[in-house]
């Protein structure tokens, strides 16, 4: 069964939409790119609620090369409240990622712990 044809007249279109979809999805992966890129990121790997008083938080930083950064830490409780903050000073280095474990202290038993922020320092 051969593929209908275009109306006469509108291939100019079907050229222009291409063309256009084209140019919006470069667009989009380089405003993505650009935004991302050189960024302070962090990833949670692990938690372990150690007592009543304490969680023990793992995570890895990923930054730019000789930057420091400062993370905020977070144990929360079962309805997600904070019970616990530390401020963990990741100092510069000449490794880009870096793996963190840290003992947040607690005022009540925490069931999760995890990185709320990380920033240059």
Same mark, same amino acid.
């Given at each position: 069964?051969?593929?209908?044809?275009?109306?006469?007249? $509108? !291939? *100019?279109?079907?050229?222009?939409?291409? #063309? =256009?979809? !084209?140019?919006?999805?470069?667009?989009?992966?380089?405003?993505?790119?650009?935004?991302?890129?050189? *960024?302070?990121?962090?990833?949670? $790997? =692990?938690? @372990?609620?150690?007592?009543?008083?304490? %969680?023990?938080?793992?995570?890895?930083?990923?930054?730019?090369? !000789?930057?420091? %950064?400062?993370?905020?830490?977070?144990?929360?409780?079962?309805?997600?409240? +904070? %019970? !616990?903050?530390?401020? #963990? *000073? %990741?100092?510069?280095?000449?490794? @880009?990622? #870096?793996?963190?474990? +840290?003992? +947040?202290? $607690?005022?009540?038993?925490? #069931?999760?712990?995890?990185? @709320? $922020?990380?920033?240059?320092?």
């Amino acid at each position: 069964m051969p593929l209908p044809r275009p109306a006469p007249g $509108t !291939g *100019r279109w079907w050229v222009v939409g291409i #063309v =256009g979809i !084209g140019l919006a999805s470069a667009l989009a992966v380089w405003l993505g790119l650009a935004n991302s890129v050189g *960024r302070v990121t962090w990833v949670d $790997t =692990g938690y @372990k609620v150690v007592d009543d008083r304490s %969680v023990r938080v793992e995570f890895d930083v990923h930054r730019p090369s !000789g930057e420091a %950064v400062t993370c905020q830490v977070n144990a929360l409780d079962q309805s997600f409240g +904070v %019970v !616990g903050t530390l401020e #963990v *000073r %990741v100092p510069a280095s000449s490794e @880009k990622s #870096v793996h963190q474990v +840290v003992v +947040v202290r $607690t005022a009540a038993r925490a #069931v999760t712990g995890t990185v @709320k $922020t990380c920033d240059p320092s």
